[in-house]
């Protein structure tokens, strides 16, 4: 396990997919953003669903993906059903 694995929200599964994309380190995620990661997941893994874009999200901002704002939320699940 790397350091990606050290941020919330972030398993063995997720981390690997994260480095099959090219995001190896926390900072690269940050720089990325989720949903840009999202993205690269998905073209990866078309079963990448809402779950690991709030992930994705959480690792970012440093929180577990249960405690996104509600509103952050919204806007994840606006962005998600255009590439779902």
Do not use: H
């Not at 709030?54 to 994840?76: N, R």
Request: glycine share 8%.
């Amino acid at each position: 396990m790397g350091e990606l694995s050290k941020l919330p929200n972030i398993g063995p599964a997720v981390e690997a997919q994260l480095e099959e994309v090219g995001i190896t380190t926390p900072e690269q995620l940050r720089e990325t953003g989720s949903r840009q990661a999202w993205l690269k997941i998905k073209a990866i893994d078309d079963s990448a669903c809402i779950q690991r874009l709030y992930a994705l999200e959480g690792a970012v901002l440093g929180i577990k993906k249960s405690q996104l704002p509600l509103d952050t939320k919204t806007e994840l699940k606006e962005f998600y059903r255009q590439f779902k």
